[in-house]
Nanobody, 129 residues
């Protein structure tokens, strides 16, 4: 079964940090661009960041630029999202998704979610005092 599994979420105080992981099984992630999304209950899911299949290009939503960093380790078949300087408004369920791109291609945090082929079940990030 082809799956993505997120981990690393939790409760953190404002200004704190977390590192989220997105691990793939059943397929080779090195042929896929990967995006991170987040969703607050009752609101539309929004794109946060993305990274190309080769890892040479990244993109971020304006709300997280300078605070979040996406990276990937294709040997481990895992993509990471480092969350620094967290704010209460970052509280959400964070999802990763994989988009088949077995060639050099740019990605955007604004890429519609229906472009992605596989989704994880999400991991909760809560930023609160």
């Amino acid at each position: 079964q082809l799956q993505l599994v997120e981990s690393g979420g939790g409760l953190v105080q404002p200004g704190g940090s977390l590192r989220l992981s997105c691990a793939a099984s059943g397929f080779s992630m090195d042929d896929y661009a990967v995006g991170w999304f987040r969703q607050v209950p009752g609101k539309e899911r929004e794109g946060v960041s993305c990274i190309t299949s080769g890892g040479g290009w990244t993109n971020y939503a304006d709300s997280v630029k300078g605070r979040f960093t996406i990276s990937r380790d294709n040997v481990r078949n895992t993509v990471y999202l480092q969350l620094n300087s967290l704010k209460p408004e970052d509280t959400a369920v964070y999802y990763c998704a994989a988009d088949y791109k077995p060639y050099p291609a740019l990605c955007s945090a604004l890429t519609p979610e229906d472009e992605y082929d596989y989704w994880g079940q999400g991991t909760q990030v809560t930023v609160s005092s």
